[in-house]
């Protein structure tokens, strides 16, 4: 008599791990884009036509009136150096480096006078925020 052979099934993949990893990654971006400041709704930022890609800075935002803000609450140039002195805990000799959000429709000769207001109060390198333009 001639018993059946019984097949080799397959070991069934656990779809458990791949759940688990998913999850993870869903966690993590949540995370990692909560941590980027929001930029300030009453600044339209410049467009440019070549811009380096980089993530939304912590920035000092001008409005087109000259307004300046930073995190939402109005500033003037000394105290917004002095808030990144402190925040980036720095020495007084050490350089600061200041982000300058300025709105589209903000006057030129107004932004280069808080551009020099800027480094009056003590920043070495100011950097102008943009947007890429479309192509």
């Known amino acids: 008599m001639r018993l059946p052979r019984q097949t080799k099934r397959a070991p069934q993949e656990s779809t458990i791990t791949l759940i688990n990893v998913v999850f993870l990654m869903l966690i993590f971006f949540l995370i990692a884009g909560s941590l980027t400041p929001p930029l300030d709704k009453d600044v339209t930022l410049i467009s ?17 009136d000259g307004v300046m803000r930073t995190r939402g609450e109005e500033t003037d140039a000394a105290g917004y150096v002095a808030h990144v002195r402190q925040e980036q805990a720095l020495l007084e000799d050490d350089p600061v480096a200041v982000k300058l959000a300025a709105d589209r429709d903000l006057p030129a000769t107004r932004l280069i006078e808080i551009v020099g207001e800027l480094k009056s109060a003590g920043a070495n390198r100011v950097t102008v925020v943009t947007e890429r333009g479309k192509p």
């Open 48 to 64: 440019t036509a070549e811009s380096d890609r980089a993530e939304p800075p912590e920035a000092l935002f001008v409005t087109s």
